[in-house]
């Protein structure tokens, strides 16, 4: 999978994933459908971002879930 709207750039939010380039990491989004804002919601208040940003955005968390075993507390 190419991911074209994720991008890393050590001058931007110190190299944190972000969308396009812009200011906005992936995690703040991600932060935002966690907890429980819609994909309507996030496009209202951040007009600068699209739909497809936020797919490719869970596509790149499913990615990252997939490659990394991390140890949960049960």
Do not use: H
Request: with cysteine.
């Amino acid at each position: 999978m190419i991911l074209k709207r994720i991008t890393t750039d050590p001058e931007v939010c110190g190299g944190k994933p972000c969308i396009r380039g812009l200011r906005f990491p992936v995690s703040r989004l991600l932060g935002l459908l966690a907890a429980g804002e819609t994909t309507e919601s996030i496009l209202r208040s951040y007009p600068y971002l699209e739909a497809e940003d936020i797919r490719e955005a869970l596509n790149y968390a499913a990615l990252l879930a997939e490659e990394q075993v991390i140890d949960l507390a049960s």
